[in-house]
């Protein structure tokens, strides 16, 4: 991606630019010792992929949430975004959490509360599928078009054939609704893990940070390929057979699984996120991430 390339030396206003980036670890000191060890780690993570998707282009100014599971208890608790914040100021120590019900159990370090109503769609997702842990609710203007049409997402490109099985969700206004939660945890299902909101966008689940986000990658991509390749009419796109979609996503879901490097086994997305990661890092960001495994130059013979 440009926007994770190093920044060139020839200015020294580049220089500042380098310089400045807000890091996302800044859990120290007495902030440190606040979290155990597994939710220092979850906050940067977390805290990363909302710059990841800030570098990305695809903020909503304040709006939007990306929310994940700190555990599995009877009463689970989640971290997300302080609403007034935008995403390229979040950090490990600024994520707020609170409980199924959207109510704050950690302030976080910034002043900002939680939009409770932006909650619902997530709480609705948490409750109903404790297997998600990381669900991202986006609406950029190709997602949003996508989810307004009546064809729906097309298997016409081969990031849309690595999503599998999609889920609907007709638009009733804004997400506030105690029944309306329930029609969507139905409309979900028990396996799908992305569920295309009509006229709203999407919302991205996965058992884990790295598989929402690489999902989430692939979301985009296909529906930028399907706004543009529309303007032909769907009589003009040639749509591969059931057989070759089936063969791309069988394939395409294995390939990080299958991939051996020095013996780790590579969960969905773990791989292309840990690189990202690396990526950002390089240039300063200070990521916090847990690495599998950090590219060593190899010894001249």
């Known amino acids: 991606m440009e926007v994770l390339s ?22 120290k000191g007495v902030k440190c010792s606040t ?20 570098l990305c282009g695809w903020t909503h100014g304040i709006y939007n949430h990306i929310s994940v599971r700190v555990d599995n208890s009877d009463q689970p608790q989640f971290l997300l975004n302080p609403f007034g ?27 900002f509360s939680v939009n409770k109503a932006g ?22 203007p190709a997602a949003t078009a996508v989810s307004a049409m009546k064809c729906g997402l ?30 969507l945890a139905k409309n979900l299902g028990p ?19 790295e598989e929402a986000f690489h999902l989430t990658f692939n979301f985009m991509a296909a529906c930028e390929a399907q706004v543009r390749s529309t303007s032909v009419g769907l009589k003009n796109i040639v749509l591969p ?26 969960k969905c997305g773990e791989l292309e996120f840990e690189a990202i990661m690396r990526a950002m890092d390089s240039v300063g960001y200070r990521t916090g991430y847990d690495y ?7 010894q001249e013979k």
Not at 35 to 54: F, W
């Open 6 to 27: 190093v920044p060139t030396k020839s200015s020294l206003g580049n220089l500042l630019r380098a310089t400045t980036i807000l890091p996302i670890n800044d859990l």
């Open 35 to 54: 979290y155990a060890e597994g939710e220092q780690q979850l906050r940067c993570k977390l805290a990363a992929l909302y710059r990841v998707v800030d």
């Open 292 to 298: 599998k495994l950090l590219p060593i130059a190899r």
């Open 85 to 111: 914040l935008m995403y390229h100021e979040i950090t490990a120590s600024s994520l707020v959490k609170v409980n199924l019900n959207g109510d704050i159990v950690d302030q976080g370090t910034s002043m």
């Open 154 to 183: 097309l298997p016409l490109s081969q990031e849309s054939m690595l999503l599998g099985n999609i889920s609907y969700h007709e638009y009733h206004g804004i997400f506030v609704d105690e029944k309306e939660k329930e029609i």
């Open 241 to 266: 057979s059931n057989d070759a979609q089936a063969q791309a996503y069988n394939v395409g879901n294995k390939g990080a699984v299958s991939i051996d490097s020095s013996g780790f086994g590579w």
């Open 119 to 140: 909650f619902t769609l997530h709480s609705a997702i948490h409750e109903a599928r404790p297997d998600i842990k990381c669900v991202i609710h986006l609406h950029t």
């Open 191 to 209: 396996t799908n893990k992305i569920i295309i909101l009509h006229n709203h966008g999407v919302a991205v689940c996965g058992e884990t940070i």
